[in-house]
């Protein structure tokens, strides 16, 4: 059996309704990328992050063929409200009490083996999380939004 869609869903997301616009026009216009997401909430040691599980779908700037890149990302963000303790008093993003613990490498080695690579970057708000999964085919992604969806961190 298949899943049913969220026909109500569609027509309240303010970017479906604008491709919508774009169904229509002939000519040069190209579909350039898209992306689709979910978010979620952890809580670690009382420190909140943001966890974005996103579907990219990208059209190579040359290609004109319909061929299109697809990739999945999971992107930790922490909290801007919360204040983070930095490590030996630095300003080198990383929370202090989440680096004794190991917490960082051992996220990142659970990200590793759903076969995710990335790193921690530094930002305004703390260290956050990039990591990225290249996907064959339509197949895979579809396996792979199966998979993100059973994903807890």
């Known amino acids: 059996m298949g899943m049913k869609k969220p026909r109500g869903h569609f027509r309240r997301d303010p970017v479906f309704r604008l491709l919508r616009l774009f169904g229509d026009l002939q000519g040069a216009w190209l579909t350039a990328s898209a992306g689709f997401e979910r978010r979620d909430v952890l809580t670690v040691d009382g420190k909140q992050w943001t966890v974005i599980y996103k579907l990219h779908v990208i059209r190579p700037k040359a290609d004109s063929t319909g061929k299109v890149d697809l990739k999945s990302s999971i992107t930790l963000w922490p909290s801007k409200s919360s204040k983070r303790r930095v490590a030996g008093g630095s300003s080198d993003g990383w929370d202090a009490d989440l680096l004794k613990q190991n917490w960082y490498q051992a996220l990142q080695g659970q990200l590793r083996r759903y076969g995710y690579r990335g790193r921690w970057e530094l930002s305004p708000v ?28």
């Open 126 to 153: 703390g260290r956050f999380g990039d990591f990225w999964k290249t996907l064959r085919d339509t197949k895979a992604a579809a396996s792979e939004l199966k998979l993100l969806d059973r994903v807890r961190l």
